[in-house]
């Protein structure tokens, strides 16, 4: 392929221009992004990652007092220590040595390892650390850091490390064990612990799995002990970091695994079992340790009073104290039974049964099938209760549930869509009934019944508050007074989503937080925020104070302490504010306690990321960017001054980039509507331009979003062709309920009618542009209109009759929930309105298309069955159609692979420059690649030959 990419890249420059050159295939893999960004403890230090698309990524650590700076090579992110003193990261292999070793197809344990980095933020010191597997730092307390190395290739013919050493750089010998499948008892390696002030080291032997405390004043470990080194020590092990102490909880065999300490780190538990290595099912228990005894017990066996009949406590479950570290929550699951090996595979049928009464399809049941053979159900027990039993809070009829108040309530909240969950499939939503669950007794107590929305509880667990779909209201039930408190009772604003355009009921805008003890609740509606007192004794308030609604600018509560839980009562917080008229973005601030006007702090025609506060300083991390401006990062205290701290893309520079700007219409019937402009950098409007519709649903709010030049999943590589003389245009639109294809009709073509009255607009060269849903509108308008010289369409549904029985395989499930409630908004079933199915399916109307069109369908495609591609394209190619189609092998519904990105790019960009641009047609197009020439040729040569 590489022969024939070289001779397409020769035909894609375009003519020059007077100073800037036009975007080419070439530049994608360089091309970076902000991936990571955080700030230190104290707020001094920042550090940032800037990845590359395809080729090593940058960290940068920056101090913003001295504004001293690290930069280290082949990393993206890192964490600091506690005190701010230090910061640990990963240094991956060399792109090009990765791309080598896969190219020889090299097994896992011969890839190149990771490096961990340790920087000194004193001194600026940086100590690397070769074949490293994993790193861990405390949240708090001492600069520690505990790391583990990779498995030497071959113990048996290599040499480790002697104990207590680090292996230098150039030391080959130790490699990962990654083999897939590989036995769970697999000898671990060494675990190194680090005292970051001191620089003193401790090596442990033969570790399997490790954790701290919060305040990494203790660290547990798992050791396997090794078959040659007979006085290896095997079990579970503590060390005391402050005094240096090393205590054994368990000392024997075993798999031992998800430690999870207590909040104040006196009580440790975790998982083990010590079945026979070859066992197909292993017996796991609970171990139980408080940090002041000398060993851990088993705290939960299969024998122990409460376990059900033939269940067992589960490997696959997690372990979670209750905040006051009174209760432990953990996974049981009923006892599997073994395969029966006496079974001759090649003797037995293979089969799938699909039967009427089942609560999910096969496929969807095959999909998950190694999730649900994981599934845990959660179980209580009180560890300082003398009698030692556990109670059950889920069973398989009632199998979710989570913990209220941290765990620290006498109940969970527990729900079940159990006898409700065949009708999901044409619902796309479940009814559920939610449940209180005494962790003491078990006993449960219905308080919701057929909810379809959803319910949580408060975080003080004086509530559970809910979202009825089918009234659109809000609603709390009182957990000591089982009242139920209408929220919104008798409001006109709406909470939930003015804008629905789909056969279903509205979703809401969702809760914003809620204030300390349970008092008050705070939730959004399109624009403001509300205050509603949950027990409704208190007349709901708009702490926005309207301001929202009176200027179109939507306030979002930024939550820039991920530990909070609530926010206090005039405490002053920031919000994220998006001006639905100009699509501007930015921040304002709110006391909470007043009743003033969020107050503007920044505003700008720019796109924000959320703010990363520094933890123990008032300074906060963030990138902005918007269609001409590259993303990058920025500190400040404020918001109102900030500092720039990367520099991304500064080749942008020397590239036609182009503009971006709102452009508004009246369609026919009288809709308001409105979409992006995308023009290149060096627009004549005493030009004519060639036009590219690209349309999904609604696109205007992105105005300030930054398109980086990227070999896409499928979507229109905006930037690349703007940059190449086109002008590109992607409008809104609104759906009418059985009409999905005449609401196209009604939004694009008339947006497109309104930009054609500009004399730069080349009416006679415009091209549409969709995947998916966007593929489907792509079919339907050229089967309605010839308004367009060329089109495009990625994975399009051609026939709703076909496609609605159809599964979409990426979860099993099946498609008629599409047709009847969301996207394909027909809102009835196949049998009720069949003709609204065959008016919106373009296979009926192939006769009336005479543009051109590539279809892309792929044969791996999760969502939209490949064989609508198919039917598609054999109908046109029966009717002498210009049409070609594009199967990806193995590909899904939007392509994962880089170089098959990467291949589209430039069909795509050759398709439109033959029909929009008079250029000449590349070989694929006019004679296709014959079965016998594929992965030989791939036909991007130009050719004076018409297709």
């Not at 490293?132 to 600069?143: D, H, N």
């Not at 002990?225 to 024997?252: E, H, I, P, Q, R």
């Not at 006898?419 to 559920?432: E, P, V």
């Not at 009418?736 to 196209?744: D, L, N, R």
């Amino acid at each position: 392929m590489q022969k024939y990419l070289t001779i397409a890249l020769l035909f894609l420059g375009g003519a020059s221009f007077a100073q800037k050159k036009p975007l080419n295939h070439t530049v994608y893999d360089s091309w970076e992004s902000i991936s990571s960004k955080k700030l230190s403890n104290n707020g001094n230090w920042a550090a940032f990652g800037i990845a590359q698309q395809e080729g090593d990524g940058t960290l940068y650590l920056s101090n913003l007092l001295s504004n001293s700076k690290i930069k280290v090579n082949r990393s993206e992110s890192a964490a600091f220590s506690a005190d701010s003193k230090f910061a640990a990261f990963t240094i991956k292999p060399f792109y090009k040595e990765t791309r080598l070793a896969k190219i020889k197809k090299k097994k896992p344990d011969e890839m190149t390892k990771d490096t961990l980095g340790i920087a000194n933020l004193t001194t600026l010191a940086i100590v690397k650390i070769p074949k490293v597997k994993s790193f861990k730092i405390p949240e708090t307390g001492m600069a520690l850091l505990a790391y583990q190395l990779e498995k030497p290739i071959d113990t048996a013919k290599k040499t480790s490390p002697a104990a207590g050493t680090v292996p230098k750089k150039d030391d080959e010998d130790y490699l990962a064990d990654e083999v897939p499948g590989a036995s769970a008892k697999q000898e671990g390696t060494d675990l190194i612990v680090r005292n970051l002030l001191t620089g003193v080291e401790r090596t442990f032997k033969y570790v399997t799995e490790y954790s701290f405390t919060k305040d990494g004043k203790q660290l547990v470990f798992a050791s396997t002990g090794s078959k040659k080194d007979k006085a290896a020590a095997t079990g579970v092990f503590v060390l005391n970091t402050v005094k240096g102490t090393v205590k054994t909880l368990v000392n024997s065999k075993g798999n031992f695994k998800g430690f999870a300490f207590d909040d104040e780190g006196e009580s440790l538990a975790f998982l083990g079992e010590n079945s026979p290595e070859k066992a197909e099912i292993k017996d796991y228990f609970v171990y139980y340790n408080s940090l002041s005894l000398d060993t851990a017990q088993i705290l939960v066996d299969a024998d122990i009073p409460g376990m059900p009949a033939k269940w067992a406590v589960s490997g696959e479950g997690r372990l979670n104290f209750s905040k006051d570290g009174t209760k432990l929550f953990f996974g049981i699951a009923p006892v599997k039974t073994p395969k029966d090996t006496t079974l001759v595979d090649f003797e037995n049928a293979k089969l799938d049964i699909w039967g009427y009464k089942d609560d999910y399809l096969q496929p969807m049941q095959l999909k998950n099938a190694d999730r649900e053979s994981k599934r845990t159900y959660l179980t209580a027990i009180d560890i300082f209760d003398g009698d030692a039993k556990i109670i059950p809070l889920t069973d398989l009829k009632l199998p979710e549930a989570s913990p209220i108040n941290e765990g620290n309530s006498n109940f969970v909240l527990a729900s079940t869509d159990f006898g409700n969950r065949i009708q999901s499939q044409w619902t796309a939503g479940s009814i559920r009934d939610y449940y209180l669950v005494d962790v003491k007794t078990g006993a449960r107590k219905k308080i919701i019944e057929g909810l379809s929305g959803n319910a949580m509880a408060s975080p003080s667990g004086k509530y559970v508050i809910y979202f009825d779909k089918k009234t659109g209201n809000w609603y709390t039930y009182n957990l000591q007074t089982a009242k139920i408190t209408h929220l919104n009772n008798g409001m006109s604003v709406k909470f939930v989503d003015e804008d629905n355009d789909v056969p279903d009921d509205p979703s809401p805008y969702g809760i914003a937080a809620w204030t300390e003890d349970d008092k008050a609740v705070l939730l959004y509606d399109r624009y403001d925020i509300w205050e509603f007192s949950p027990d409704g004794k208190t007349a709901a308030k708009n702490i926005t104070n309207g301001f929202g609604r009176q200027s179109t600018i939507t306030f979002r509560y930024q939550k820039t302490d991920p530990e909070s839980r609530f926010i206090g009562k005039k405490e002053i917080v920031w919000l994220d504010a998006f001006n639905n008229t100009t699509k501007e973005n930015g921040f304002y601030k709110k006391n909470i306690g007043d009743s003033k006007n969020p107050e503007l702090v920044v505003m700008a025609k720019m796109k924000y990321s959320n703010l990363v506060k520094a933890k123990d300083a008032e300074r906060y991390i963030f990138d902005k960017s918007n269609y001409t401006n590259s993303p990058n990062v920025f500190v400040s205290a404020d918001l109102k001054t900030d500092v720039k701290l990367s520099n991304t893309n500064p080749q942008q520079a020397t590239y036609n980039w182009g503009t971006a700007e709102l452009v508004k219409w009246t369609t026919p019937k009288g809709f308001k509507s409105e979409g992006i402009l995308y023009k290149p950098e060096d627009f004549d409007p005493a030009k004519k331009y060639p036009m590219i519709v690209y349309f999904y649903e609604k696109l205007s709010e992105g105005l300030y979003t930054y398109q980086a030049p990227a070999p896409t999943p499928s979507r229109l590589n905006i930037s690349y062709f703007v940059s190449n003389g086109y002008l590109v245009f992607a409008p809104d639109i609104s759906y009418e309920t059985g009409y999905p294809g005449k609401s196209a009709e009604e939004f694009i073509n008339s947006g497109v009618e309104s930009l054609k009255q500009n004399p730069w607009v080349d009416g006679t060269k415009i091209g549409i542009q969709g995947q998916s849903w966007g593929g489907y509108q792509v079919a339907h308008l050229i089967t309605r209109t010839n308004m367009y010289a060329a089109a495009w369409a990625g994975a399009p549904v051609a026939n709703m009759t076909s496609a609605y029985g159809g599964i979409r395989w990426e979860s099993g499930m099946n498609r008629q929930f599409q047709y009847e409630k969301t996207q394909s908004r027909i809102g009835a079933t196949l049998w009720e309105k069949p003709d609204l199915y065959i008016e919106n399916s373009p296979l009926f109307f192939l006769p009336k298309v005479n543009t051109p069109v590539v279809i892309m369908s792929n044969d791996a495609d999760g969502a939209v069955p490949w064989y609508q591609g198919i039917e598609m394209f054999t109908g046109l190619k029966r009717l002498s159609k210009p049409v070609w189609l594009l199967n990806y092998n193995n590909e899904a519904h939007n392509l994962v692979q880089r170089q098959n990105r990467k291949d589209i790019q430039i069909r795509e960009q050759q398709f439109f420059d033959y029909y929009l641009k008079g250029a000449k047609a590349p070989v694929w197009m006019v004679n296709g690649i014959p079965a016998t020439e594929k992965g030989r040729t791939w036909g991007f040569e130009l050719t004076d030959e018409k297709p």
